[in-house]
């Protein structure tokens, strides 16, 4: 074979994209691949014909993991009004806006019953992230 072969890990990477972002994109067609086993490999010619560019071959022999660490956090709010579940959510919004586009990304899910009054919020991502998050939402309430 004379066309490198990337991982799904290495092309999400290279795009800044989360790996299930690139699993997508393979399944919907829209990124070419072929799958190996149980895994997709993406031809360097297929990843240069998705992004108009020329893509650089991973390094090997300088390859270094990078420890991180993650945190899923599920925060229920009981008894809360639809305008401070408004405020509370829109400031978290307003705080993952002009986040680092290569830093791990950083999910967060936000539901209201209003019949109930109750609001959840799933966040996962960065332990530091999540802990300024759970900050500022502990900070709205309290104020």
């Known amino acids: 074979m004379d066309d490198e072969l990337y991982t799904v890990d ?3 990477d290279v795009l800044g994209l989360h790996v299930k972002t690139v699993r997508n994109y393979v399944r919907e067609g829209r990124l070419k691949a072929v799958r190996i086993g149980k895994q997709y490999r993406i031809a360097r010619r297929d990843l240069e014909a998705f992004t108009g560019r020329t893509a650089e071959a991973p390094a090997r022999e300088t390859a270094v993991r990078h420890r991180h660490a993650e945190a899923s956090t599920v925060v229920q709010i009981e008894a809360i009004s639809f305008e401070l579940m408004s405020a509370v959510s829109g400031a978290i919004t307003g705080s993952l806006q002009g986040r680092d586009f290569h830093a791990q990304p950083m999910r967060v899910q ?10 959840k919020i799933i966040l996962n991502g960065p332990v530091g992230d999540t802990a ?3 900050d500022l939402v502990n900070h709205l309430l309290t104020r």
């Open 10 to 12: 290495h092309v999400a």
């Open 110 to 119: 936000t539901y209201y019953d209003q019949e109930r009054a109750s609001m």
């Open 132 to 134: 300024a998050l759970l």
